[in-house]
C-alpha cells in the first residue's frame, strides 16, 4: 500500500525542493490548484516566475483534467511559455502516461508529476512506477463536483494512512 503515497508532499510548488528533478527528464504539471487558480488563467507572480526558471532547466509540460481547459490553453501557454499535453484521455490514465512516455522518449523512472489531488496527480504517477509530488491546493472555492471528490480524495488518503500505520 505504501507504494501508493506521494513520494513528496509540499505546500505550493514554489516551497519544492529542486534537487528532486536533478536526475528526471520530464516534470508534468497539473494545472488548475497546482499553477493557476481553478478555472482560471489567473496565477500568482511568485509561482510564475518559479516555473520559469524550472521549464529552462527541465523538460516540462502540463496536463490538466479541466473541461474547460480547451479555452484557458492560449492564455496558459503564453503565461507559462509551456506545452500543454492535451488528449481526450484524463489522468489517472495509464494510456495517457504512456502517450507521454512515447512523444517525450523517456522511461517511467524519468517523470515526475507535481499536482494537488491524490486521485489523479498521485495515482497517475505512482500506476506508472513515477515519482509523484503532491501539493495543497490554494484555493478553497472550486465548483461542486471538484469538492466532492476532494472529499473522497481525503477520506482515501485518511484511510491509507490509518491503515499503513495501523
Known amino acids: 500500500m505504501k507504494k501508493y503515497f506521494p513520494d ?3 505546500n505550493t510548488v514554489i516551497d519544492i525542493d529542486e534537487k528532486i528533478f536533478k536526475t528526471k527528464k520530464l516534470l508534468i ?3 488548475d ?3 493557476f487558480y481553478p478555472e ?3 496565477i500568482d507572480p511568485k509561482t ?3 516555473f520559469k526558471k524550472i521549464s529552462k ?3 516540462t509540460i502540463c496536463i490538466s483534467n479541466s473541461k474547460t481547459i480547451k479555452q484557458r490553453e492560449a ?3 503564453k503565461s507559462l511559455n509551456c506545452e500543454l499535453f492535451i488528449t481526450g484521455l484524463r489522468k489517472p490514465s495509464k494510456e495517457l502516461f504512456n502517450k507521454v512516455k512515447k512523444k517525450y522518449k523517456v522511461k517511467s523512472k524519468d517523470i515526475v508529476t507535481i499536482g494537488d489531488f491524490y486521485f489523479t496527480d498521485v495515482l497517475f504517477a505512482k500506476k506508472n512506477n513515477a515519482t509523484a509530488i503532491l501539493l495543497k491546493p490554494f484555493a478553497p472555492s472550486e465548483n461542486i463536483r471538484v469538492s ?3 472529499l473522497i480524495d481525503n477520506t482515501i488518503i485518511n484511510f491509507l494512512t490509518i491503515f499503513i500505520k495501523g
Open 8 to 10: 513528496y508532499s509540499f
Open 29 to 31: 504539471f497539473d494545472i
Open 33 to 35: 490548484n497546482t499553477l
Open 40 to 42: 482560471t488563467t489567473k
Open 48 to 50: 510564475q516566475v518559479w
Open 57 to 59: 532547466k527541465y523538460k
Open 75 to 77: 492564455s496558459i501557454k
Open 148 to 150: 466532492i471528490g476532494r
